[in-house]
């Protein structure tokens, strides 16, 4: 039998409809290579137990001919979505032993289409970050090595764990969430695609909140279509989450396939600032000709605001997680510390339950909504969100679809020097503008540099497009032909 694993969604999904194999081998199929692989560290928690008895139930769906979309299709989650009983970290020690009670929407629907659950995927501590090393649970190795160093690579972050596992064949798909780029930016690092929907596509509720106006949920898959397929079950319309627009949800999968010819492709002269990685630039513009050769028209755009976003994203973005935060107080979740008073309780559980990249986060948040700030910093921030957004507004008059780089380098090394939060910070800088504008985007795996890392070209269509981005992406699939991991035994 071939290898299970190596399987897309897509193939696996007709051959247990033909009964090749059942949904029991193929999830112990990931099981065994969850084991086989623990050393990447993608795992906070394996749940075989909760894995084989779902697979067993699609079994029985699918020999009655009931199944749901992604009938016994074996995913990982990220530990940021709350799965009932079972413990929902967030990354952080302040979580642990969190079991809630619920099941998130997101995490729900999944169920329902009769997916599996193989456990709980590593990320940055609380979402942030763009490597993974926040994590109180420790770093995720990426699967991927480089020609010319023999150390360990981060996966990208903060949905690395997700990103590890696909890309190294422990899930056929997982769950991501991002916030400034945290599907996108490990999806190109680790060689896969990765999808954030329009914001309000997909619901919040009962995933861990970072940054409330900007989360979004979306899928991690090793194809475009397996991407299509999850996102469909993925989204819909929430009552529980009042940011869950009221949308039809397309067929996304429909779409794949009738090409770019006749779309016209912006290219955003402010994504090509100077000293942009060569390898990136000249990938980029590799993907440039593929669109040309696809049909579409190229067509150079320009977003002005587009430096602005990443000092507009560091501010909003801490300033929703500090009021987010403000709930882990040793009261309602997870660990306390005892103190003398409730005061000191609280700031005692504080210290100890967060990490350094959280509180400075906590810290800055705090800072520019308080009182004497809130208008230079936080409204300002606002103010500049808006006009970020008007830039893409603009050019989505002229232009379908928008092609840019997804990350400025590859994946750098596990152990390099971290010591300015600022150059962690410019990973997404090709990321936040699409965050802060709500509008979808995804990232496709499009080549190799020199070294052999594999580095993603991101696609962004207006909000409620992703039938566009879709098509889109599975032009630069097919003309790109990833040279994915092969599947170690
Ligand atoms: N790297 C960004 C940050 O640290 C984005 C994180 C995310 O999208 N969750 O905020």
Same mark, same amino acid.
């Given at each position: 039998?071939?290898?299970?694993?190596?399987?897309?969604?897509?193939?696996?999904? *007709?051959?247990?409809?033909? &009964?090749?194999?059942?949904?029991?081998?193929?999830?112990?199929?990931?099981?065994?290579?969850?084991?086989?692989?623990?050393?990447?560290?993608?795992?906070?928690?394996? @749940?075989?137990?909760?894995?084989?008895?779902?697979?067993?139930?699609?079994?029985?769906?699918?020999?009655?001919?009931?199944?749901?979309?992604?009938?016994?299709?074996?995913?990982?989650?990220?530990?940021?979505?709350? @799965?009932?009983?079972?413990?929902?970290?967030?990354?952080?020690?302040?979580?642990?032993?969190?079991?809630?009670?619920?099941?998130?929407?997101?995490?729900?629907?999944?169920?329902?289409?009769?997916?599996? /659950?193989?456990?709980?995927?590593?990320?940055?501590?609380?979402?942030?970050?763009?490597?993974?090393?926040?994590?109180?649970?420790? !770093?995720?190795?990426?699967?991927?090595?480089?020609?010319?160093?023999?150390?360990?690579?981060?996966?990208?972050?903060?949905?690395?764990?997700?990103?590890?596992?696909?890309?190294?064949?422990? !899930?056929?798909?997982?769950?991501?969430? *991002?916030?400034?780029?945290?599907?996108?930016?490990?999806?190109?690092?680790?060689?896969?695609?990765?999808?954030?929907?329009?914001?309000?596509?997909?619901?919040?509720?009962?995933?861990?909140?970072?940054?409330?106006?900007?989360?979004?949920?979306?899928?991690?898959?090793?194809?475009?279509?397996?991407?299509?397929?999850?996102?469909?079950? /993925?989204?819909?319309?929430?009552? &529980?989450?009042?940011?869950?627009?009221?949308?039809?949800?397309?067929?996304?999968?429909?779409?794949?396939?009738?090409?770019?010819?006749?779309?016209?492709?912006?290219?955003?002269?402010?994504?090509? $600032?100077?000293?942009?990685?060569?390898?990136? !630039?000249?990938?980029?513009?590799?993907?440039?000709?593929?669109?040309?050769?696809?049909?579409?028209?190229?067509?150079?755009?320009?977003?002005?605001?587009?430096?602005?976003?990443?000092?507009?994203?560091?501010?909003?973005?801490?300033?929703?997680?500090?009021?987010?935060?403000?709930?882990?107080?040793?009261?309602?979740?997870?660990?306390?510390?005892?103190?003398?008073?409730?005061?000191?309780?609280?700031?005692?559980?504080?210290?100890?339950?967060?990490?350094?990249?959280?509180?400075?986060?906590?810290?800055?948040?705090?800072?520019?909504?308080?009182?004497?700030?809130?208008?230079?910093?936080?409204?300002?921030?606002?103010?500049?969100?808006?006009?970020?957004?008007?830039?893409?507004?603009?050019?989505?008059?002229?232009? *379908?679809?928008?092609? @840019?780089?997804?990350?400025?380098? $590859?994946?750098?090394?596990?152990?390099?020097?971290?010591?300015?939060?600022?150059? /962690?910070?410019?990973?997404?800088?090709?990321?936040?503008?699409?965050?802060?504008?709500?509008?979808?985007?995804?990232?496709?795996?499009?080549?190799?540099?020199?070294?052999?890392? $594999?580095?993603?070209?991101?696609?962004?269509?207006?909000?409620? *497009?992703?039938?566009? /981005?879709?098509?889109?992406?599975?032009v630069l699939e097919d003309a790109a032909q990833f040279p994915f991991l092969k599947v170690t035994p």
């Amino acid at each position: 039998m071939t290898n299970l694993t190596a399987l897309t969604i897509a193939t696996a999904r *007709d051959k247990l409809a033909k &009964k090749e194999f059942t949904a029991v081998e193929l999830t112990q199929a990931h099981l065994a290579a969850m084991d086989r692989h623990k050393h990447l560290n993608a795992f906070i928690a394996m @749940t075989p137990d909760v894995a084989v008895a779902r697979a067993k139930e699609s079994d029985a769906r699918l020999a009655s001919g009931k199944s749901g979309a992604l009938e016994g299709i074996p995913l990982g989650i990220k530990d940021l979505f709350c @799965t009932e009983g079972v413990q929902t970290t967030a990354g952080s020690h302040i979580l642990e032993g969190f079991v809630p009670p619920y099941e998130s929407t997101v995490t729900q629907k999944l169920r329902d289409a009769g997916s599996v /659950m193989l456990g709980k995927l590593n990320l940055d501590e609380f979402a942030m970050g763009s490597s993974n090393l926040t994590s109180f649970f420790g !770093a995720v190795k990426s699967p991927w090595k480089a020609k010319t160093r023999s150390d360990d690579l981060v996966p990208g972050g903060s949905s690395g764990g997700s990103a590890a596992a696909v890309s190294g064949y422990l !899930a056929m798909g997982a769950t991501g969430t *991002d916030t400034g780029g945290s599907i996108r930016q490990p999806a190109s690092f680790c060689g896969i695609v990765g999808v954030k929907p329009t914001y309000g596509r997909c619901s919040r509720w009962g995933v861990v909140a970072f940054a409330s106006s900007l989360d979004q949920p979306g899928p991690m898959t090793r194809t475009v279509r397996d991407a299509a397929i999850m996102l469909k079950v /993925m989204c819909g319309h929430d009552p &529980k989450d009042s940011t869950s627009a009221p949308m039809a949800v397309p067929d996304f999968e429909a779409v794949l396939g009738q090409g770019v010819k006749g779309l016209r492709i912006g290219i955003p002269k402010e994504y090509r $600032p100077d000293g942009l990685n060569t390898e990136v !630039a000249a990938l980029w513009d590799c993907g440039i000709q593929w669109m040309k050769d696809a049909g579409a028209t190229i067509v150079d755009i320009s977003l002005p605001h587009t430096k602005t976003a990443l000092p507009t994203y560091y501010i909003v973005a801490p300033a929703e997680a500090s009021s987010n935060l403000a709930r882990y107080d040793g009261v309602r979740f997870g660990q306390r510390v005892e103190g003398k008073s409730l005061d000191e309780m609280y700031s005692k559980t504080r210290a100890a339950g967060f990490g350094t990249e959280v509180k400075r986060r906590i810290l800055i948040g705090t800072y520019v909504l308080s009182a004497g700030y809130y208008d230079a910093y936080y409204l300002k921030a606002q103010k500049v969100r808006a006009l970020i957004a008007r830039d893409f507004t603009e050019a989505f008059e002229k232009v *379908d679809a928008i092609l @840019t780089p997804t990350a400025p380098t $590859p994946a750098f090394g596990v152990n390099d020097p971290q010591d300015d939060p600022v150059a /962690m910070y410019l990973n997404d800088v090709f990321t936040v503008p699409a965050s802060l504008a709500g509008i979808p985007g995804a990232s496709v795996p499009a080549g190799l540099n020199s070294d052999g890392l $594999p580095l993603g070209l991101q696609v962004l269509t207006k909000r409620w *497009d992703e039938e566009t /981005m879709f098509r889109v992406c599975q032009v630069l699939e097919d003309a790109a032909q990833f040279p994915f991991l092969k599947v170690t035994p």
